[in-house]
């Protein structure tokens, strides 16, 4: 049994961001300090958070008064952070700084008078807190069928922005649609906000297919970036799961599985990525070989917020 490793793969470098914040602030302010939705799409790294005396809510106001809230990588709206600052809360942003980029880009746009898309998953959080930083309502173009029926009220100066975690293929596919559609659309690279991250997974993925008969990607359901690494073995007809560890891992996908392909969405830590190996290993009582796939070095790293920098 060979064990192919995708490169790279796991954490990116605005959730090491984030974690970094959540534990920093905790060492500073002491427990607890309350974040604002989950920091990142990954349980194993929101219950080591939880355990270490970050408290996780829904709403503002849920945080008593005077308390430290941190805002999540995939940040909020202008009325979030306002809420929290009218509020008294101390608050400490750890928006990933890709996303910050698309909130600065689409309120250049509203500024200069353009109706602005937003390609999207609706309900997705990095999509709402885009959609609440302009003041005029965004279109949502989520799929290429919406990219083919939606109505522009003035086709004539028109733009868009992305989520950062959006299929790179799909994406391209979408502004396609929409550039024929309408010629004046804001003309740019049609990947232009999708986070470097994102893409760089999506091609190791993509070249990992070709050399395995079974594809594991270790992330949580509710991650975007994960889901499009899944979908993308889909697509090259390769037996694909999406995984939280390795107790998912069924023994009966091993069968007559030579080469198995590892990889992990951008919220998920190494440390799941060694236990699914141990899995396998357990499965096969066999040697098992494994192997990097060599990919992309990935050196990115962001500043932290001043609040919390040693």
Not at 60 to 79: C, L, M, N, R, Y
Request: aromatic letters at 4%; charged letters at 25%; a neutral charge.
């Amino acid at each position: 049994m060979n064990i192919i490793l995708a490169e790279p793969r796991g954490f990116c470098a605005g959730v090491t961001r984030a974690i970094d914040v959540v534990e920093k602030a905790l060492k500073k302010y002491g427990p607890p300090i309350y974040v604002r939705h989950e920091i990142v799409h990954n349980k194993f790294v929101v219950d080591s958070l939880r355990q270490k005396g970050a408290v996780f809510i829904k709403e503002i106001a849920e945080a008593p008064k005077d308390a430290v809230v941190i805002f999540s990588a995939h940040g909020v709206s202008s009325e979030v952070e306002n809420d929290a600052i009218n509020s008294g809360l101390d608050v400490i942003d750890a928006t990933c700084p890709l996303v910050s980029k698309v909130h600065r880009e689409a309120k250049k746009y509203e500024e200069q008078g353009y109706e602005i898309i937003l390609i999207g998953h609706k309900g997705h959080p990095e999509v709402q807190g885009t959609s609440g930083r302009v003041k005029k309502e965004v279109i949502l173009v989520s799929d290429e069928n919406d990219a083919r029926t939606v109505q522009i009220s003035n086709p004539d100066k028109i733009a868009y922005v992305t989520q950062t975690t959006l299929s790179v293929d799909d994406t391209k596919k979408i502004v396609g649609i929409l550039e024929e559609r309408f010629p004046t659309l804001q003309k740019g690279l049609a990947t232009k906000d999708i986070c470097y991250a994102t893409q760089n997974r999506q091609d190791a993925v993509k070249a990992l297919s070709k050399e395995v008969d079974l594809l594991l990607v270790i992330g949580a359901s509710n991650s975007s970036n994960s889901n499009r690494l899944r979908d993308l073995g889909i697509e090259s007809n390769l037996p694909s799961y999406l995984i939280n560890d390795s107790k998912d891992v069924k023994e009966e996908w091993l069968k007559n599985v030579s080469n198995i392909g590892i990889t992990a969405g951008a919220s998920a830590p190494e440390v799941l990525v060694q236990g699914v190996i141990r899995r396998i290993e357990e499965i096969c009582q066999e040697p098992v070989n494994i192997r990097g796939m060599g990919g992309v070095a990935e050196n990115i790293q962001f500043i932290l917020p001043k609040k919390v920098r040693d």
